[in-house]
């Protein structure tokens, strides 16, 4: 396989096609190589238009929508960034060369030490993988100016939103199958937040966010 050419191929047809038209994200793109963040049993699928699976029952997102949350999330350098779901570290990895900092969480302490060990080969020196349950807690150096969710979650707990600063945002593919949409959500004072649904997409779900219950009497 030309690897080159399959990460242009992935960026003109899956990438540009789907409204992400952001020169620093194509660039990012370009120079961040998916595939060091891909299991060796699927390199194959490194610039496949699929969620790739990562092991321990978790997923890269597909890269497209990688692209449109990194284009909506707009990451300015002097920001403070938390990511729930680092899987392999590829997504944190595209955060830190926009970003000041980045903390990202992941459950699993397998992959735990694989997202750290990706982000040290590709010279990713801003961005911290813990291992922590992101549904869970608040994390000490909140609030932040972005909190990334790289899943899917029911609904948006009010624990997350407290971590934003004042004029951050949150961005989460948000809702059920067969019903989910891209959902950014700003923090426009102490009490208030705006909610904009961006786009529909599907992504599979971060473990332990509450799911809310359907019955009804």
Known sequence: MNIEQARFNMIEQQIRPWNVLDDQVLHLL???KRED?????????????????????????????????????????????????AGSGYMAA????QAQRVISLEIDPDLVKI???????????????????????????APFDLIMLSGSVAEVPQSLLAQLKVGG??????????????????????AEYTTKVL???????LLNFPVPSHFRF
């Open 169 to 190: 945002r949150l961005l989460a593919i948000v809702g059920e199958e067969p019903v989910m949409c891209a959902t950014q959500i700003t923090r426009t004072s102490q």
């Open 37 to 85: 963040f891909v299991p060796l049993a699927h390199k194959a699928l490194a610039f496949v238009d699929m969620g790739i699976p990562i092991g321990y029952g978790e997923f890269m997102l597909a890269p497209r929508l990688e692209a449109r949350l990194l284009q909506d999330a707009a990451v300015r350098k002097h920001e403070k960034v938390l990511e729930i779901g």
């Open 115 to 141: 997202a750290r060990a990706n982000l040290q080969k590709a010279g990713i020196h801003n961005a911290e993988v813990r291992q922590f349950d992101g549904a869970a807690g608040t994390v000490a150096e």
């Open 94 to 97: 595209l955060l830190a060369h």
């Open 199 to 205: 786009w529909d997409s599907v992504a599979p779900p």
């Open 30 to 32: 370009s120079v961040v």
